[in-house]
């Protein structure tokens, strides 16, 4: 099955600033890892003000999307 280019676009909740800091090392690790994998090809916040998230995975199925997700 050839390679699919898959879009995560996602919506930040109120006061994400403070909210990811527990989490934020960790997202980004694992963006990294699947950066490195060729997985995820592009990453980053979108808006201006930034309101939200955009992730573009390369994959032959969506499944490492919702792996992503979960």
């Not at 994998?37 to 992730?55: F, K, Q, S, W």
């Not at 994959?59 to 992503?68: G, K, L, N, P, R």
């Amino acid at each position: 099955m050839p390679q699919a280019l898959f879009a995560l676009l996602y919506d930040y909740v109120p006061d994400i600033l403070v909210r990811r800091v527990p989490y934020r090392d960790a997202h980004l690790g694992l963006l990294r890892e699947l950066h490195d994998r060729e997985i995820v090809v592009m990453a980053g916040a979108t808006g201006d003000p930034v309101d939200g998230g955009l992730i573009i995975f390369c994959s032959e199925t969506e499944q490492a999307v919702h792996d992503f997700v979960a």
